[in-house]
């Protein structure tokens, strides 16, 4: 829960820190490249978190890693590391994309479901929620077997349930 914290006052600061410098296209790009590293190199997570690393040995490597990022974002993730919160800098990054989408009024929803769903499905089931958000929706569709049928939908903190798997445990609950 700290570390979550920490990563969204971070966020908020370098979000904060780019629009004042007019860099929020360059550093959002430096920002998804270290998530795209993170991603496919597990080792990058592992080196952040070994305390056995030294700070400067860290900071060394950041910046040979990404010799292309901008001079900002660079002092930025420097500071991060300097401060003892390396630890936590995968999560100031997911932070500071959240914080850009809410910021752009970019809604983030998933829908989750058993199979492909039809387009118009996808349709009916956005025009139901378009009352709900304030902005513009960005799907992520999600395949899950287990839901047998139906789908979960995702807002934010708010989840919609009408899958077959749920229905199933509710009503195995009500006999119960």
């Given at each position: 829960?700290?570390?979550?914290?920490?990563?969204?006052?971070?966020?908020?600061?370098?979000?904060?820190?780019?629009?004042?410098?007019?860099?929020?296209?360059?550093?959002?790009?430096?920002?998804?490249?270290?998530?795209?590293?993170?991603?496919?190199?597990?080792?990058?997570?592992v080196f952040l978190n070994s305390p056995l690393i030294n700070i400067d040995?860290?900071?060394?490597?950041?910046?040979?890693?990404?010799?292309?990022?901008?001079?900002?974002?660079?002092?930025?993730?420097?500071?991060?590391?300097?401060?003892?919160?390396?630890?936590?800098?995968?999560?100031?990054?997911?932070?500071?994309?959240?914080?850009?989408?809410?910021?752009?009024?970019?809604?983030?929803?998933?829908?989750?479901?058993?199979?492909?769903?039809?387009?118009?499905?996808?349709?009916?089931?956005?025009?139901?929620?378009?009352?709900?958000?304030?902005?513009?929706?960005?799907?992520?569709?999600?395949?899950?077997?287990?839901?047998?049928?139906?789908?979960?939908?995702?807002?934010?903190?708010?989840?919609?349930?009408?899958?077959?798997?749920?229905?199933?445990?509710?009503?195995?609950?009500?006999?119960?």
């Open positions: 829960m700290k570390s979550n914290k920490a990563a969204v006052r971070y966020a908020k600061a370098l979000l904060e820190l780019a629009t004042e410098h007019n860099k929020v296209e360059l550093i959002e790009a430096d920002i998804l490249q270290l998530l795209k590293v993170s991603n496919e190199a597990h080792d990058f997570q040995k860290k900071v060394a490597v950041i910046k040979q890693i990404f010799p292309d990022f901008n001079q900002t974002t660079i002092d930025f993730l420097s500071l991060v590391t300097n401060n003892g919160r390396e630890t936590v800098m995968i999560d100031i990054a997911k932070q500071f994309i959240s914080q850009l989408k809410a910021q752009r009024g970019i809604v983030p929803i998933t829908i989750i479901s058993a199979q492909q769903l039809e387009e118009s499905t996808k349709q009916s089931i956005l025009s139901k929620i378009s009352a709900a958000i304030a902005g513009t929706p960005e799907i992520t569709e999600e395949i899950d077997a287990d839901l047998i049928g139906g789908f979960i939908v995702r807002m934010g903190d708010h989840q919609i349930d009408a899958s077959v798997a749920s229905q199933l445990q509710r009503l195995k609950q009500q006999f119960v």
